[in-house]
């Protein structure tokens, strides 16, 4: 017999200052695309920096929800944040 399991994917803004892979704000009241940097353009040589405080909120917003449990999502982030930063190395 087959098991269903059903997934989610769920999309949320947090209330970060700044971008998920660089430095760049996320306010929304200025010139269009005046917020950019190489990194959000993706040219050739820029090279992404992840966000801590976006990982911490994430962690922190999925545990209380208890949609994730901590442990195994914490180190599933971890071996593909060892795994990224070896790529971008």
Known sequence: MF???IG???HVQLNTKTK???SCPTSF???QNSNTCP???ALPGALPVL???VVH???MLGTALILIESHTFTLTLQLHIKLL???LQ
Do not use: D
């Open 51 to 53: 966000n801590k405080e």
């Open 29 to 31: 009241n200025h010139i």
């Open 8 to 10: 989610l994917e769920v």
């Open 85 to 87: 930063s070896s790529i």
């Open 20 to 22: 998920l892979f660089c």
């Open 3 to 5: 098991e269903v399991v």
């Open 39 to 41: 990194t959000c353009l």
């Open 57 to 59: 909120k994430s962690i």
